[in-house]
């Protein structure tokens, strides 16, 4: 069936490496996608986006890579500090849809 | 503070009893969506307003949910009946603007507990 899945569901990195979430989209109608974080007793943040007819975007210590061949989708985090500490989450939206549909979530925890 | 509110944080309830959660959505937002999490899940998307109209409901909102935006501002989710398994995050999110590619922007959530 359709899904938005990640492949790992948790990743650990030392403090000031660079982070690769990375998330498997199945729907090849979806044209838009959002990375979002969520703490711990929080909603979701919105981090980044990027439309399917972009293959990069960047943003503050943040890159969005899009791979619309093998339906691939990775968040690149720069020098990970503690407060990135968090679930990510990748959404995509499919064509005509109204809402997003999210995967079930990458923890990331970051190593002092 | 003019991000998504939702109210209560928390709610307990016992199983059978009614409950209702509220969502002021950002101010200037005419789309306003409910959405439903779980432990270790991602957010499971519920029901869409645009203004004061629901233009669209998940099969996951069964007749003992009901929503409702009167006035196109705040929104309400009632959970009659509850059960058990209705415990989870309920999420509120709005969007605004015009164009097809929006981001929502979510509020803390009501976290429910039916006992």
């Known amino acids: 069936g359709e899904s938005v899945g990640l492949h790992l569901p948790t990743l650990s990195v030392q403090e000031g490496d660079n982070s690769i979430i990375n998330c498997a989209y199945s729907n090849s109608a979806s044209d838009y996608f959002i990375w979002y974080k969520q703490e711990s007793g929080k909603g979701p943040q919105f981090i980044i986006d990027?439309?399917?007819?972009?293959d990069k975007r960047q943003g503050q210590r943040v890159t969005v890579l899009l791979n619309k061949t093998v339906k691939h989708l990775s968040l690149q985090i720069a020098a990970t500090q503690p407060g990135d500490s968090a679930v990510y989450f990748c959404a995509e939206k499919r064509t005509g849809a109204n809402n997003l549909f999210f995967g079930t979530g990458t923890r990331l925890t970051v190593i002092p | 503070d003019t991000g998504v509110s939702q109210n209560p944080r928390h709610k307990i309830t016992k199983r059978g009893q009614n409950v209702t959660f509220r969502c002021d959505p950002i101010s200037e937002h005419n789309r306003l969506y409910w959405y439903r999490q779980t432990l270790g899940q991602g957010p499971e998307f519920l029901t869409y307003f645009q203004n004061e109209a629901q233009l669209e409901k998940s099969r996951l909102l069964s007749d003992r949910f009901s929503a409702e935006r009167p006035k196109g501002s705040f929104s309400t989710l009632e959970i009659q009946r509850t059960e058990q398994g209705d415990s989870a995050m309920y999420l509120c999110?709005?969007?605004?603007?015009?164009?097809?590619?929006?981001?929502?922007?979510f509020g803390s959530g009501t976290q429910l507990s039916v006992l």
């Open positions: 990027i439309r399917s007819n972009m």
């Open positions: 999110a709005s969007s605004g603007g015009q164009g097809y590619n929006e981001k929502l922007f």
